[in-house]
């Protein structure tokens, strides 16, 4: 679907609408540095740390896991 609609506003000279109209479609990460914080992470480095990793995680599933599968992995990292 993000390509063609990409590719159909480049043909059309609307490289522009068709990337906003992509981020528009684009799934959100559901998690934020808050959620770690309200676990017990101290404020800091780890936080950015963390969020990148859980991420990665995210976006290797195909952006299919939610918040709650995303706090257990998290978790289950923490006691491993």
Known sequence: NAHRLLALAEAQGDGQIAAA???NDAPLF???GRDLLALG???GQKIGTYLQLLEEYW???DC???KG???AFFAALQHS
């Open 30 to 32: 559901p998690i934020q």
């Open 59 to 61: 976006l290797a599933g």
């Open 64 to 66: 299919q896991a939610d």
């Open 41 to 43: 992470v101290p404020k």
């Open 69 to 71: 599968n995303l706090l």
């Open 21 to 23: 109209e992509i981020l």
